[in-house]
């Protein structure tokens, strides 16, 4: 299960960039985080990396989104396929 945090930069400040923020509330893959200026931390709980890798690219063609940074990439073992 990858589970990423990434910092997404708008070509403005966040809270002008309604549609883009609500799509990522929206999206049940997604839970927003701290905002800071025209940056905005979110983190991303998938169940594969065909789905992370899916969230990112959706991500990166909402409006006004003009960047996506990775701060941090983990791979959280399923304990019972790994006795």
Same mark, same amino acid.
């Given at each position: 299960?990858?589970?990423?945090? =990434?910092v997404?930069?708008?070509?403005?400040?966040? /809270?002008?960039?309604? /549609?883009a923020?609500?799509?990522?509330? $929206?999206?049940? /893959?997604?839970?927003?985080?701290?905002?800071?200026?025209?940056? =905005? #931390?979110?983190?991303?709980d &998938? +169940?594969?990396?065909?789905?992370?890798?899916? +969230?990112?690219? #959706?991500?990166?063609? =909402?409006?006004?989104? &003009?960047? =996506? $940074?990775? #701060?941090?990439? $983990?791979?959280? /073992?399923?304990?019972?396929?790994?006795?």
């Open positions: 299960m990858p589970i990423s945090g =990434l997404v930069t708008f070509d403005s400040p966040v /809270e002008q960039c309604t /549609e923020v609500e799509t990522l509330r $929206a999206m049940p /893959e997604v839970d927003l985080g701290q905002v800071r200026d025209n940056k =905005l #931390a979110i983190v991303v &998938t +169940v594969s990396k065909t789905q992370d890798r899916n +969230v990112w690219d #959706a991500v990166q063609q =909402l409006p006004n989104v &003009t960047d =996506l $940074a990775i #701060a941090m990439v $983990a791979f959280d /073992e399923d304990k019972d396929e790994n006795p």
